[in-house]
């Protein structure tokens, strides 16, 4: 097994590119359905979630080259009806995009249930929600999803019953090509849906997003398009938690600073310096930053895909501070992987209180993804070596960390397994 290798204590200087956003290249990846032509993706990020999605729709058909410079070129003209690659989409939540882009495109989807990082239920009652509304019959039986469109879908109007990124991105899939006007109303607002809104504009789809309002004017066809992925506001943000358990002065390039720039209020608030321009940001941390006490929320607020490493974070300060988890009640299984190090966590229900703690290094497992980079950042501000083990789950959303953390002058090793 492979395992990441961290002798922290070592601040951070340097300069370094983020990549393309994760969650939007996902949604976009699996859109090209609705285009049977050849699409040119630019700034794709390399990373297990995204190349298991390209595989899917290979297993389905689709012709795709994903190159070393981030481009992807992709041509799902021959994809056939039969939803395939099971074994792929139960272990990945951004699989549920099936549902929306085959009952577009094939007016069916059948598919087992999509996994993902396992940090309590994840329901997709409000995606079938819309799918049903649309005139589809939804059905889950045996661990696997149906949704049939017997008849034409007919536009009409959604309101979510919850804010969600997924069924706001599944419903715009389903009605892209719905005659009329379908409206869908209290939607994600998250980057990652206006990526894929404007992915589909390009190639000729007819959406708007006002607010938390969508309006989606049917289309007959969509065409082959050039499109660039915005920048990965987490990645960011993340680097940044790592600047500020280890201290350190770095620029970050290819970012989106509307994107971030809520959590870089909350940053200059304990401390950091934080210089935006175009589309880099320089970040500057010492050593005696104040705690600070948030609340995750959807887009634009606090993202509940930082609080494990702001959590890590919490741990380097002053004073320590609350998080109360709104988003995934669940999330916490990385605060045993803290507490292992010596952190002061006191958890009740979705809140967790971190006192500033003496973090000794120690041997970890990565729970998922964002958990994963909590113990990098937890490690890097720690004096001594700590190994993190399940570094698959890392690998799915952060590319070249390694790479890119000892650029900066951070020591980090992936020790291959057998
Ligand atoms: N929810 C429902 N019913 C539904 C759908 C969602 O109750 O039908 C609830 C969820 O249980 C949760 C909330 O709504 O409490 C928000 O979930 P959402 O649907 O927005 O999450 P998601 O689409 O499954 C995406 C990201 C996650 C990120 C969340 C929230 C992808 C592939 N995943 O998940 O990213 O945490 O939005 O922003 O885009 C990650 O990158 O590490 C990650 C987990």
Do not use: W
Request: charged residues 20%.
């Amino acid at each position: 097994m492979e395992q990441l290798v961290i002798n922290g204590g070592h601040s951070l200087y340097g300069e370094i590119a983020i990549g393309g956003m994760k969650n939007s290249a996902l949604p976009v990846i699996f859109a090209t359905l609705l285009i049977k032509d050849e699409c040119v993706i630019y700034n794709v990020p390399l990373v297990s979630d995204i190349i298991n999605s390209i595989e899917i729709l290979k297993q389905m058909g689709a012709k795709a080259e994903l190159t070393e410079n981030h481009t992807l070129i992709i041509n799902t003209r021959d994809v056939q009806d039969e939803i395939k690659g099971y074994e792929l989409i139960s272990k990945m939540r951004a699989s549920s995009y099936l549902m929306g882009t085959m009952l577009s495109r094939a007016k069916k989807a059948y598919l087992p249930m999509p996994g993902g990082c396992n940090f309590g239920a994840r329901p997709i009652e409000q995606h079938l929600k819309g799918f049903s509304m649309l005139g589809a019959n939804c059905s889950c039986e045996n661990g696997f999803i149906s949704i049939n469109a017997s008849k034409l879908l007919k536009s009409t109007k959604i309101t979510l019953d919850k804010i969600s990124v997924g069924a706001t991105i599944n419903i715009v899939l389903a009605s892209v090509f719905v005659e009329g006007v379908t409206v869908i109303e209290n939607v994600a607002i998250e980057p990652h849906v206006d990526d894929l809104i404007c992915f589909l504009n390009t190639a000729g789809a007819k959406i708007l997003r006002v607010g938390r309002k969508i309006y989606c004017e049917g289309v007959k066809k969509l065409h082959s398009v050039r499109y660039r992925i915005f920048p990965d506001m987490i990645e960011a943000l993340t680097y940044m938690t790592f600047v500020g358990a280890c201290s350190g002065d770095i620029n970050l390039t290819g970012v989106n600073y509307e994107h971030i720039k809520y959590v870089c209020d909350i940053f200059r608030k304990m401390g950091f310096e934080i210089d935006a321009y175009y589309d880099e940001a320089r970040v500057k941390a010492g050593k005696n930053l104040v705690g600070a006490s948030i609340e995750t929320a959807p887009y634009p607020l606090f993202p509940t895909d930082l609080h494990p490493q702001f959590s890590s974070l919490l741990c380097f300060t002053k004073d320590g501070g609350e998080i109360k988890e709104s988003i995934f009640p669940t999330r916490f299984a990385y605060a045993y992987e803290l507490e292992k190090m010596g952190a002061k966590i006191k958890r009740e229900d979705n809140v967790v209180k971190i006192n500033p703690s003496n973090l000794s290094p120690a041997s970890l497992d990565a729970t998922d993804l964002r958990a994963g980079a909590a113990l990098v950042c937890a490690s890097l501000g720690t004096n001594g070596t700590s190994r993190i083990n399940n570094v698959n789950y890392i690998v799915r959303g952060y590319e070249n960390l390694v790479g890119k953390v000892s650029s900066l002058g951070g020591k980090i090793k992936l020790l291959k397994g057998e």
